[in-house]
């Protein structure tokens, strides 16, 4: 039996930061409702002309060089993202020609905030069936290319940023299980046009915040539920809890019905804001690199967002 295990982690934040303090000089708004309704203090905005691409090339070599592996080495690129450079070429391919693994599959999915969910699942069924040996999971964004700025319900949250996965074959599972999951029926509750639908607001991101926050939640916890059940586990057996950073009482309320306390749970979200695909794998990244999280921790990593999409992986790091 082969099986998948993440050999490194990388991530990347675009320089300019901008502040709750620097949104209320934008928008009707002000950092104490910031702060209390999402958590988010400030959230990285990427440069003038600086891409999705960009950013993700930045998160996959600072990957590639903490697994000790050249670009050359990886022979897969699965590329979350909702924000690509391009309507195609997809930011895989894009990113491989930079990378110069030229002839590599590359792909990208486009399930929002679980892009990367899903980006990591796939990769992993590719290296458990023998079909790669080095295999990119990616989630990169640069919502703040579809944020209406002027728009307050929105503006506060997204942001940008990117990060990365290597996988490689293992002899014990690293990956534990994934599953993904659906759902079209809510697609009008969260979603950003500029596709071939022109009845739709052209790009800016549309959003029922309060329908999707009680629906994150419930389902959330149900995803935590079938990860650990499938896993014969209880909470308590988790290191760590890795959730999609979209808003600080979403992460809390999940905490608290897993009666898993929040020194066992890595928040980024004050700092970095929603990155959509982007928020899972630099959320891991920052535990690895910060050395809350070690060698052999049991993780549980999900996401949720528009479609709805949604996702768990459990994983022996
Ligand atoms: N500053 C000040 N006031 C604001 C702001 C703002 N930035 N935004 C909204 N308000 C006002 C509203 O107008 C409203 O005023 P009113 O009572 O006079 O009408 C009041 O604040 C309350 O608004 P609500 O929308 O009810 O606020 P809520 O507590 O629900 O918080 C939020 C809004 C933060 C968006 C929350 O609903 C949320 O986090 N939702 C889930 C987001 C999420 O998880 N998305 C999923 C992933 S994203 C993805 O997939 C791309």
């Known amino acids: 039996m082969r099986y998948s295990r993440i050999a490194a982690t990388g991530s990347y934040l675009p320089a300019k930061v901008l502040t709750n303090f620097d949104l209320e000089k934008m928008l009707s708004t002000s950092d104490e409702w910031i702060r209390e309704r999402t958590g988010i203090e400030r959230r990285h905005i990427a440069a003038d002309g600086q891409t999705t691409v960009d950013l993700a090339e930045h998160a996959v070599r600072a990957a590639l060089d903490a697994a000790g592996c050249k670009p050359e080495d990886v022979d897969l690129i699965v590329f979350g993202t909702t924000t690509p450079d391009l309507l195609f070429p997809n930011c895989g391919v894009l990113l491989q020609a930079r990378l110069g693994c030229r002839g590599v599959p590359a792909f990208s999915v486009e399930t929002a905030c679980s892009g990367f969910m899903y980006a990591l699942s796939i990769a992993d069924k590719f290296v458990r069936a023998g079909e790669a040996k080095r295999a ?62 022109l009845s739709k607001p052209r790009r800016a991101i549309t959003m029922t915040g309060n329908d999707v926050f009680k629906i994150a939640v419930n389902t959330l916890c149900k995803s935590i539920e079938e990860a650990l059940v499938a896993n014969g586990l209880q909470a308590t057996a988790l ?60 993780i549980l990593l999900e996401a949720f967002g528009g479609g709805f999409t949604w996702g768990s992986a459990l994983i022996r790091y």
Not at 240 to 252: C, E, K, S, Y
Not at 265 to 293: F, Y
């Open 136 to 197: 990119l999971a990616i989630g990169a964004e640069t919502l703040s290319r579809i944020t209406d700025w002027t728009d307050r319900s929105t503006a506060v949250l997204f942001a940008d940023g990117a990060g990365a996965v290597l996988l490689e074959p293992a002899e014990a599972p690293g990956i534990l299980s994934t599953h993904l999951h659906a759902d079209g029926a809510y697609s009008n509750l969260l979603y950003s046009g500029g596709g071939t639908d």
């Open 239 to 298: 290191d760590w809890l890795v959730p999609h950073q979209a808003n600080l009482r979403i992460i809390q309320a999940t905490a608290r019905r897993l009666d898993l306390p929040m020194e066992r749970v890595i928040t980024t979200v004050q700092d970095h804001g929603n990155t959509s695909a982007a928020s899972v794998p630099l959320a891991l990244d920052v535990g690895v690199r910060s050395g809350k999280i070690r060698r052999g921790d049991l």
